[in-house]
T-cell receptor, first 113, second 118 residues
Framework: DAKTTQPPSMDCAEGRAANLPCNHS???????VYWYRQIHSQGPQYIIH???NNETNEMASLIITEDRKSSTLILPHATLRDTAVYYCIVRVGRISGNTPLVFGKGTRLSVIA | DTAVSQTPKYLVTQMGNDKSIKCEQNLGHDTMYWYKQDSKKFLKIMFSYNNKELIINETVPNRFSPKSPDKAHLNLHINSLELGDSAVYFC?????????????????FGPGTRLTVL
């Protein structure tokens, strides 16, 4: 699986949009971009994933550049409960096979009141 | 209803002891995992089971022995505990599905078991 690069930490004011960048310049054509987060003392939680199109769900939006070498996770209205470590993971997305998640260091997002 | 549950939540024990951590998922998933998160917060895969069969064993010492009595359970037994085994252990199960972005999967993690070896 390709490696990713994320800033170690970011701050965001409560109620504002949080934009978390991720670089994955060596991504392969069949690899997806996944985002998980880990709130303190909890297990990681799936947020969103995408291949090449932008994606949106009830938690966040994922913007992937046209060359797929980078992406941005957007939390449109950050709340204090969004304070967590956010992991950008690139891996093959397939139903068959059994690829585990490979976590990097992630970005520690602090939402400030 | 908790989707993936682990017991115990905290486990404090002496070096050399043998202990077990239990994991249960009520999601009907076929694949389950054990991950370890060390003191530096790195999360790493340890084992993966699919339909009660071991699929992945990531160079984990053989003191660690996972056991899957059925698809809903994946327990982790650790023999001769060492100080370096102190960590948070997460169980996860995997859902596979098809979205607009194609075939993919999502992992659901348990709350973790904090193991402290004294």
């Amino acid at each position: 699986d390709a490696k990713t690069t994320q800033p170690p930490s970011m701050d965001c004011a409560e109620g504002r949009a949080a934009n978390l960048p991720c670089n994955h310049s060596t991504i392969s054509g069949n690899e997806y971009v996944y985002w998980y987060r880990q709130i303190h003392s909890q297990g990681p939680q799936y947020i969103i994933h995408g291949l090449k199109n932008n994606e949106t769900n009830e938690m966040a939006s994922l913007i992937i550049t046209e060359d797929r070498k980078s992406s941005t996770l957007i939390l449109p209205h950050a709340t204090l409960r969004d304070t967590a470590v956010y992991y950008c993971i690139v891996r093959v997305g397939r139903i068959s096979g059994n690829t585990p998640l490979v976590f990097g260091k992630g970005t520690r997002l602090s939402v400030i009141a | 209803d908790t989707a993936v549950s682990q017991t115990p939540k905290y486990l404090v024990t002496q070096m050399g002891n043998d202990k077990s951590i239990k994991c249960e998922q009520n999601l009907g998933h076929d694949t389950m995992y054990w991950y370890k998160q060390d003191s530096k917060k790195f999360l790493k895969i340890m084992f993966s089971y699919n339909n009660k069969e071991l699929i992945i064993n990531e160079t984990v010492p053989n003191r660690f022995s996972p056991k899957s009595p059925d698809k809903a359970h994946l327990n982790l037994h650790i023999n001769s505990l060492e100080l370096g085994d102190s960590a948070v252990y997460f169980c996860a199960s995997r859902s596979t599905w098809t979205s607009g972005s194609g075939n993919t999967d999502t992992q659901y993690f348990g709350p973790g078991t904090r193991l402290t070896v004294l």
